[in-house]
């Protein structure tokens, strides 16, 4: 199985909510990574946490990492229609390749 | 300016063909990689180059051959398309590898039929 997996697969939400994205992977990682992806383009960067970090913040992006747990989540706060994208977390392992996980689908509502 | 660009954007064409996309970066960086993303938006590494160097090259048909003739520029050339290669493609390019973020271009949607 994958080696970063999203969950929900899918998110609806209202504008204005806020919106948590969880990224659970299997081996000790050296920092993990979210990405965005708007529909046709490429992914865009959104923040990097590294393994010794718990949390970090970016804007209205809130990450938080759990290596006990081996997992990351992603909270959006105050959503926007233009937040509506595809999520992705990517970790970056000692000996292994940069794996993304499949993804979240994020549709922020109006 | 496009910080990582590829060509084409759309690429249609038949079964057993040949074909190249390319990619170009202009943020001076020394690492370039190739994705495919599938259908399910699964994203795959396929290559990656350090400076005109491969470093990462997974388990991929040899049909498959990229080429990096400066560290700016990483193409990708496809012999004998198949159906299974229907996908988007995608570069991007890293200060080095690592765990630096990468910077990708808007892909290469290739259909095949």
């Known amino acids: 199985s994958q080696q970063g997996e999203e969950d929900p697969q899918a998110l609806s939400i209202q504008e204005g909510e806020n919106a948590t994205m969880n990224c659970s992977y299997k081996?000790?990682?050296?920092?993990l990574q979210w990405y965005r992806q708007n529909s046709g383009r490429g992914l865009v960067h959104l923040i990097l946490i590294r393994s010794n970090e718990r949390e970090k913040h970016s804007g209205r992006l809130r990450v938080t990492l759990d290596t006990s747990k081996k997992s990351s989540s992603l909270l959006i706060t105050a959503s926007r229609a233009a937040d509506t994208a595809s999520y992705f977390c990517a970790t970056d392992s000692y000996g292994q390749n940069f794996v993304f996980g499949p993804g979240t689908r994020l549709s922020v509502l109006p | 300016d496009t910080a990582v660009s590829q060509t084409p954007k759309y690429l249609v064409t038949q079964m057993g063909n040949d074909k190249s996309i390319k990619c170009e970066q202009n943020l001076g960086h020394d690492t370039m990689y190739w994705y495919k993303q599938d259908s399910k938006k699964f994203l795959k590494i396929m290559f990656s180059y350090n400076n005109k160097e491969l470093i990462i090259n997974e388990t991929v048909p040899n049909r498959f051959s990229p080429k990096s003739p400066d560290k700016a520029h990483l193409n990708l050339h496809i012999n004998s398309l198949e159906l299974g290669d229907s996908a988007v493609y995608f570069c991007?390019?890293?200060?080095?590898?690592?765990?630096?973020?990468?910077?990708f271009g808007d892909g290469t949607r290739l259909s095949i039929l």
């Open positions: 081996t000790s990682i050296n920092n």
């Open positions: 991007a390019s890293s200060p080095s590898g690592g765990n630096q973020p990468q910077h």
